[in-house]
């Protein structure tokens, strides 16, 4: 034995746990406490820290609507088992009477309809995306102050536990599994702090979300409304079973124009993996950004309202320019704005390009090459250069 007296620094994690972190940070934008602390627990997974017998987490997500609390758990799935469909989610709101709560654990031996109910909340649905090297599992309970008493009783014990119960009496582990159920709660005295009707308060936090930086004090009452409410909603049973309460904060501009950026490479990607199976390139002056900006910009609705914005302003045109044949494969679209008629205006700039130079122009995050490999367009330049050629029969 050799005595040291080294110094260790415990804030250092591993590698995949670092890994993870960096796609989450780039694809959740300005939730940074949501991202440690999924992190922080991950790692202690990683590292076989977690409690026995009970989930890898149980986190609470608060906060306003289209803040990325469901989008989060999309991405740490993506993340960790490549698919977002590894998600159970379970809309609380759904299940508030018994005959509803057998769709979630199947009904008991001898009930009408007992062969035809398949749980959804099933050990084989949890284990469904499983691969060879991560089984891991993720359950969102969407909307969980909208819970019916039965389902509360479910969920404490899956909570506490790690186990439910099925109709049929099999047992569901879920010790590998992270829990994460969101809540709305909050969302109006959170949305009173951020739209004071009342003169300097009012300019004041407007000013703060634009700019996308929240003072200290904005960001300390709005985390206090939020755990207030779930405090005062939630018994403390089902507070003490939780490992982290993250609050989830409003969106301001800056944020904003990280998510557009993200959103049109999503459209790009759906341009790609399209069934019709037509890839094209398009991309975005910066006044069509900022169009859609302004129209996408709305503090009650988050994201939600930039989404929608996109979908009507560009998805839609590019669908009717795809139907009618105006664009076809190997297209380079160029949307701009006209201040005019206040829309984006279409301009096709090059056609015939070849697969490996549309794959150049996109920013397509390395994590997803999936879709673009199955459409036939490699993110290496592929040997074959023409983009009808190099496609998969
Ligand atoms: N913080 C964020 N980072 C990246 N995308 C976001 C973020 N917040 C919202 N979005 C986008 O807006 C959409 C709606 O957000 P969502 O996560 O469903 O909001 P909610 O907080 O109501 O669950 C998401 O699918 C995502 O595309
Ligand atoms: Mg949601």
């Not at 994690?13 to 999924?38: H, M, P, S, Y």
């Not at 405090?231 to 904060?249: A, G, L, S």
């Not at 904003?256 to 991309?283: A, D, H, K, Y």
Request: with cysteine; hydrophobic share 40%; net charge neutral.
């Amino acid at each position: 034995m050799v005595r040291l007296n080294r110094m260790l620094d415990p804030r250092q994690t591993g590698r995949e746990a670092e890994k993870f972190e960096a796609n989450l940070r780039r694809n959740i934008v300005g939730q940074d406490d949501a991202v440690q602390q999924i992190v922080n627990i991950y790692q202690t997974y990683l590292a076989g820290m977690t409690g026995p017998g009970r989930p890898i987490g149980n986190f609470l997500f608060l906060g306003p609507t289209g803040s990325g609390k469901t989008r989060t758990v999309e991405v740490v799935a993506e993340t960790l088992v490549g698919d977002v469909r590894a998600v159970a989610k379970i809309d609380c709101a759904e299940f508030q009477h018994s005959h509803e709560i057998a769709k979630l654990i199947g009904s008991p031996p001898g009930y009408l309809g007992h062969r035809e109910t398949h749980p959804l909340l099933s050990q084989e649905v949890l284990n469904q995306y499983h691969t060879e090297k991560v089984k891991l599992s993720f359950v969102l309970f969407d909307e969980i102050e909208k819970a019916s008493d039965a389902l509360w009783n479910l969920l404490l014990g899956i909570l506490d536990k790690a186990t439910l119960t099925l109709g049929d009496n099999r047992r569901v582990d879920f010790s590998r599994a992270m829990i994460f159920m969101t809540s709305n709660l909050g969302a109006s005295e959170m949305s009173s702090i951020l739209r004071p009707n009342l003169g300097f308060a009012a300019c004041e936090a407007e000013r703060q979300i634009r700019q996308g930086v929240l003072g200290e004090s904005l960001n300390e009452k709005i985390h206090r409304a939020a755990v207030e409410a779930a405090r005062h909603k939630f018994t403390p049973e089902f507070m003490n079973r939780i490992d982290k309460t993250v609050v989830f904060r409003p969106l301001g501009v800056p944020e904003l124009r990280r998510i557009l950026e993200l959103e049109l490479n999503m459209v790009q990607q759906r341009i790609f993996n399209s069934p019709t199976g037509s890839p094209f390139v398009f991309t975005l002056t910066d006044p069509a950004k900022e169009h859609l900006l302004a129209e996408g910009t709305d503090v009650k609705y988050g994201a939600r309202h930039l989404k929608r914005a996109i979908e009507r302003a560009l998805v839609h045109p590019l669908s009717n320019l795809i139907a009618t044949e105006q664009v076809r494969t190997g297209d380079l679209i160029r949307v701009d704005f006209d201040p005019i008629e206040s829309q984006l205006t279409f301009y096709k700039e090059a056609e015939d390009m070849p697969a490996y130079a549309m794959a150049q122009m996109v920013d397509y995050p390395v994590t997803s090459p999936v879709g673009a490999v199955a459409s036939g367009i490699g993110l290496e330049p592929p040997r074959v250069i023409n983009a009808r050629s190099s496609r998969r029969s």
